[in-house]
C-alpha cells in the first residue's frame, strides 16, 4: 500500500468522495483546499487539511509534505494550467510523489481545446508514476452544476441537442481513484475510460427528475451562444464558459454515448445507474445551495 495520500478538490463531489474511499480503506490521508474553513466544514475533525492554492506556489510544499500519492483535481475556475496544475506537478514529483492519479474527461486525449489535456500531456512526459481517470458526464451535475437551473426553472439546459449519455456516478469514479492510489503498481501507467452502464437522452433524465421530485422538469436544449450567455449570467467566469460549452458540445456530438465496460471491470460490478442516483439524493428537491 502506498504512503499518505493527498486529496485536492475535496469539497467537490468527486474529491469528498475519494476522502470517503479512502477513509474506508484505512488509508492516511490529507485534504487540501484554498479554503480551510470549507474543508473543515465538510469533512470535520477526522481528516488532516492543508492550504492549497494553485496561483501560490509557497502552498504547494507544505500541502504535500510526506505524501506519496497524490489525487489531482483541476478547479472548474481554472482555465489555465500552465501556470497552476503543471507547476505544482512538478512540485509534487520533487518532493517525492510517486503516484498521481488524475481526474481527467472523456476525450481529453484527442481534444486540446480543454484545459485536461495540457495535464494528461504533462503527466506522461514524466516518470510513469501516473494514472489518468477519464469519465464521462457526472450524475452529480444534476444536483450540482445543473441544480440551479432544475430547483429554479424547472428544467436541464445545456447545448447537448439529442445527444445521450452514459452518466457515471462520482462514487463509483472515487472506488476506482482508491485503487489506483493504493495500488500504483497495477495502475500506473494506464488511462481509463470510465462511463456509466446505460447512455440515455437528456430528455429521459428529465422524466426520472419529474418522477422523483413530483414536479415536471424538461430539458431545453440550448444554443451555443445562449448557453455561453447564460453561464455568463450565473457569474462563470469566461474561461470556465468556455471549457464547459465545449464539453457539453461533445454530447451533441455523441462524445458521451458509449458504454465502456472498464469501469465494470476494475469494479467487479456494473456501476450506479442515474436512477440510482436520484433515487439516493433526496435532496435534489430541496433549494439551490448558497
Not at 506556489?57 to 496544475?85: D, K
Not at 481545446?113 to 457526472?138: D, K, N
Not at 448557453?227 to 462524445?255: K, S
Not at 469494479?267 to 448558497?290: F, K, M, N, Q, V
Amino acid at each position: 500500500m502506498a504512503g499518505q495520500v493527498l486529496v485536492t478538490g475535496a469539497t467537490g463531489n468527486v474529491g469528498y468522495a475519494v476522502v470517503r474511499a479512502l477513509q474506508q480503506r484505512g488509508a492516511p490521508l490529507r485534504a487540501a483546499g484554498s479554503d480551510l474553513e470549507r474543508l473543515r466544514a465538510r469533512l470535520g475533525d477526522s481528516v488532516e487539511t492543508a492550504r492549497l492554492d494553485f496561483f501560490a506556489p509557497a502552498t504547494f510544499a507544505p500541502a504535500l509534505a510526506g505524501c506519496e500519492s497524490l489525487f489531482l483535481m483541476r478547479p472548474p475556475a481554472i482555465a489555465q494550467v500552465r501556470r497552476t496544475l503543471l507547476p505544482f506537478i512538478d512540485a509534487a514529483r520533487a518532493l517525492g510523489v510517486r503516484q498521481v492519479v488524475f481526474l481527467s474527461v472523456q476525450g481529453a486525449e484527442q481534444n486540446p481545446l480543454i484545459p485536461h489535456h495540457a495535464v494528461e500531456r504533462q503527466l506522461q512526459a514524466g516518470p510513469p508514476g501516473w494514472t489518468l481517470l477519464r469519465p464521462g458526464f457526472f450524475a452529480q451535475n444534476l444536483g450540482d452544476a445543473y441544480r440551479r437551473d432544475i430547483t429554479r426553472d424547472g428544467r436541464i439546459y445545456v447545448p447537448a441537442g439529442s445527444g445521450r449519455v452514459a452518466f457515471i456516478d462520482a462514487r463509483d469514479i472515487a472506488e476506482v481513484a482508491a485503487m489506483a492510489l493504493l495500488e500504483p503498481a497495477a495502475h500506473a501507467g494506464r488511462a481509463y475510460t470510465l462511463t456509466g452502464p446505460a447512455a440515455i437522452p437528456l430528455d429521459e433524465a428529465a422524466r426520472l427528475l419529474s418522477q422523483r421530485l413530483g414536479r415536471p422538469i424538461r430539458y431545453q436544449p440550448a444554443s451555443v451562444l445562449g448557453y455561453v450567455r447564460h453561464l455568463l449570467r450565473q457569474g462563470a467566469p469566461l474561461g470556465q464558459a468556455a471549457v464547459l460549452t465545449i464539453l457539453h458540445l461533445g454530447l451533441r456530438l455523441g462524445q458521451a454515448a458509449s458504454i465502456d465496460p472498464t469501469l465494470a471491470h476494475l469494479l467487479g460490478h456494473p456501476g450506479r445507474t442515474l436512477a440510482e442516483y436520484i433515487a439516493d439524493h433526496a435532496d435534489l428537491s430541496a433549494a439551490e445551495r448558497p
